[in-house]
């Protein structure tokens, strides 16, 4: 298992170009590869994605800084994020500043960004898409 690697995999529900928008915005997101339902090399069971989702998200692959993620718009409507956080490291304050307002932009803050004893700032939030980030400064 030395080459195991574990990957955040997001279902937006029908948003899910709009949340690839908002990360390369907010965070430098860039796309490596997006596929939509419509270009699947095989033809995709009736009724397994919404009417109207032909042109949605069938599965992208993007980057922010070192890390990859995948996205996707799923098969249904409506994102569900529940149980999870994805964790946002940066070195300096300023850059944990602007991180936070960005992606608090049309979210909630649960905690502000605050000095802790781990982090000289620290803070919490859910973006628009539902998604909960904990944004932290190495420095």
Same mark, same amino acid.
């Given at each position: 298992m030395s080459n195991t690697i574990v990957q955040s995999y997001l279902f937006f529900g029908g948003r899910c170009d709009e949340a690839l928008e908002f990360y390369r915005t907010a965070l430098g997101a860039e796309v490596d590869f997006l596929m939509r339902y419509k270009e699947s090399p095989e033809p995709l069971p009736p009724g397994r994605i919404p009417p109207g989702f032909e042109n949605k998200v069938m599965h992208a692959t993007f980057h922010i800084g070192g890390t990859t993620l995948m996205a996707s718009d799923g098969c249904? @409507?409506?994102?569900r994020f529940a149980g999870f956080s994805l964790s946002l490291a940066v070195p300096t304050q300023a850059e944990a500043d602007?991180?936070?307002?960005?992606?608090? @932009?049309g979210g909630q803050v649960t905690m502000p960004l605050t000095k802790t004893f781990w982090s000289p700032c620290f803070g919490m939030l859910t973006d628009r898409f539902g998604i909960g980030w904990m944004v932290s400064a190495a420095a």
């Open positions: 249904e @409507a409506g994102p602007r991180a936070f307002a960005a992606l608090a @932009a």
